[in-house]
């Protein structure tokens, strides 16, 4: 199905015999169109957004970097990189961002997996969480 360009038009929508006039149009018209459809179109006409990326601009170098390290982690055959000087090169990863956890439990859940890949040392990745109120707050359920 081909993805229909809609372009409405509301001038004279406050004109009453503009109202009545589309209403005989739409009587007299003999097909519908199926409102799955019409959403169908809608969409096809947004571009994709990447909330995180637009929330977040470094998680694109992130994001290349990771891939890189698992390129580096996986032979071509599909098996595991097990060469010293990778395991030396995973010892050294680094923390690259420590303050910007977000999103429900599988989501933080995949973040955690993301920053374990970066070292063989990571076990099992945990959230430390540090909170301090100002002065006079208090927390409440």
Do not use: W
């Amino acid at each position: 199905m081909e993805a229909i360009k809609l372009t409405p038009v509301f001038d004279g929508l406050n004109n009453p015999v503009t109202i009545l006039n589309h209403i005989e149009e739409l009587i007299a018209k003999s097909e519908t169109t199926p409102h799955a459809e019409i959403l169908h179109q809608l969409i096809e006409q947004f571009e994709p957004l990447d909330f995180e990326l637009l929330a977040f601009p470094q998680a694109l170098k992130l994001r290349e970097q990771l891939g890189q390290l698992e390129n580096k982690l996986t032979n071509p055959d599909g098996s595991i990189n097990t060469d010293q000087e990778f395991d030396i090169e995973r010892e050294r990863a680094e923390v690259l961002e420590y303050n910007k956890c977000f999103g429900n439990k599988n989501e933080l859940t995949e973040q955690f997996k993301d920053v374990r890949k970066l070292s063989t040392q990571i076990e099992k990745p945990v959230l430390h969480l540090s909170l301090r109120l100002a002065p006079g707050e208090s927390l409440t359920k």
